[in-house]
């Protein structure tokens, strides 16, 4: 028996016209599990929110994929923490590696949008991970570590509660390969001991720390066998209805 309810999260990412979105949405809406069973999230593209948010039933949740921190101002093309509560957004996804290897997020703006987002009273999964150099210099654990400190700067216990954090080596996202779940749940257990110095174990046990990198239905019950894995961030196979509900049924078992 777990000690945390699993969180089964897909990433869209910049997949899905409005109509997939939707049909998707109608295949899965009434046959995902209870919320107390496992927390079922889909991060889609900050377009479809609004349509999706409106079909949603209790058990799913709606989320974006990105925000800024300002609360507002001068900044061309992005989405405010305000706009998307404004449309009945409660959840976001920060710092993915695409956003940082990309559009240039750092582990400062992953800070303040993770104020931000708490400050609007969304529900943030945040994402830290190590590249392949990394892991092959033996520096993973210090990496991600040093990622999770500056993450959690300013936030309260009650706030780093509430916060979903991802663990998504880069060198996994999209390629097929994993990391072992032995691997995972040791990179995981040494984000939860950092979260742990940081905050006591009363939170940090209470914190869902999820693995994504190329999860699928075929190893997603191995990686949720681990002591201290509490779900998946799922890009690609998250992506088919189908394949979705197999994900959330196995966190379920
Ligand atoms: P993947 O993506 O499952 O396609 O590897 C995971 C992610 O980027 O969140």
């Not at 990105?66 to 900044?75: I, L, Y």
């Amino acid at each position: 028996m777990k000690k945390r309810i699993p969180v089964i999260a897909g990433n869209w990412k910049m997949f899905k016209t409005r109509d997939d979105a939707l049909a998707f949405i109608y295949q899965v809406n009434t046959k995902v599990p209870a919320i107390e069973e496992v927390e079922t999230i889909l991060f889609v593209s900050p377009i479809y929110l609004r349509t999706l948010i409106k079909r949603q039933e209790d058990n799913l949740r709606i989320g974006a994929q990105n925000m800024h921190f300002a609360e507002e101002g001068a900044f061309t093309g992005e989405v405010s923490a305000n706009m998307l509560t404004n449309i009945g957004t409660t959840h976001v996804l920060i710092g993915h590696s695409e956003r940082r290897q990309y559009f240039a997020e750092t582990d400062e703006t992953v800070n303040q949008k993770l104020l931000s987002a708490h400050a609007h009273k969304l529900t943030p999964t945040i994402c830290v991970g190590e590249s392949l150099e990394t892991r092959e210099a033996g520096k993973t654990n210090e990496f991600v570590r040093n990622q999770i400190k500056k993450a959690f700067k300013g936030i309260s216990k009650e706030n780093a509660i509430k916060t979903i954090v991802a663990y998504e080596p880069i060198w996994a996202i999209g390629t097929g390969k994993t990391a072992t779940p032995q691997d995972a749940n040791d990179t995981i257990k040494s984000i939860r001991q950092t979260l742990q110095e940081l905050y006591g174990s009363s939170v940090s046990e209470k914190i869902r720390i999820l693995y994504g990198g190329s999860v699928n239905p075929k190893n997603i019950s191995e990686l949720l066998n681990e002591s201290d894995i509490d779900g998946a961030l799922v890009g690609g196979a998250s992506l088919n209805p189908q394949s979705y509900l197999e994900l959330v049924t196995a966190a379920v078992k």
